[in-house]
C-alpha cells in the first residue's frame, strides 16, 4: 500500500487511539491464560494429589476455544477484549464436565472396580448433572448473545462465546473426557510397572549393594 501510494521512507505509520489500546491490550493476553491454566492445574493437582487427573480435567478446554471461535465466526464477530474474557470463563465453566466425572469414578475406583468400570459407571450416573448444569448457563449466556437494546453490540460477543464454547465442548467431553482419563491412566500404570521392575531388578540390587 505504501508503494502504491508512492510514500516516502521517512514517513513511518504506527497504532494510535482505540487500536493501539486495543493492540496492547491483546499482547498481556497468553501470558493471562497460561497463568490462569497453570493455576487451575495446581489447584486441581493439589485437591485431586496426582499430576494426572488434572491432565484429564485441562482436555477439555480446547473443545470450549473452539466451539467459542466457530461461533464468533458463524455470527461475524471480531475476536476483541469481551471474547476474549468470555474465553477465559468458559475454562472455570466448561471443566467441570471432567471434574464430575472423574471425581465420581475415583470414588468408585475405592470401592475395588477396574478403571474401565469405574470411568463408564461415572459417565452413566453423572450425565444428568452434567446436561442440567450446562444447559443452566447456556439458556443464562443466550440473552447476552441474542439481546437487542442498548449497548447489546459489547454484551453480544461475551454472549456468542459462551454459548458456542459450551454447546461445543456438551458435545465433545462426553467421548473424550472417558477417552483421556484411560489413556492417562495406563500411562500412568506402564510408568509405575516400570519404575517397580527397575527397583526389583537383580543387577540393579547388586549395584546399589556394591
Known sequence: MEQKLGTPSTIHGFFAGTLLAYQQSLSSE?????????????????????????LTILSTLPSASVGAMLALMIFKQDLNV?????IVLLIGIVKKNAIMMIDF???????????????????MLRFRPILMTTMAA???????AFGTGTG?????PLGITIVGGLIVSQMLTLFTTPV??????????????????????????AASSI
Open 30 to 54: 497468553p501470558v493471562l491464560i497460561i497463568t490462569a491454566l497453570l493455576a487451575v492445574y495446581i489447584v486441581l493437582g493439589i485437591l485431586y494429589e496426582s499430576l494426572v487427573h488434572p
Open 82 to 86: 469481551i471474547s476474549i474474557i468470555g
Open 105 to 123: 469414578a475415583l470414588q468408585v475406583e475405592r470401592t475395588g472396580k477396574s478403571t474401565e468400570d469405574a470411568i463408564f459407571e461415572a459417565c
Open 138 to 144: 447456556l439458556f443464562g449466556a443466550i440473552p447476552l
Open 152 to 156: 447489546s453490540e459489547l454484551r453480544r
Open 180 to 205: 483421556v482419563y484411560l489413556t492417562l491412566d495406563r500411562m500412568r500404570v506402564r510408568l509405575l510397572g516400570k519404575q517397580l521392575d527397575t527397583f526389583h531388578d537383580p543387577d540393579q540390587i
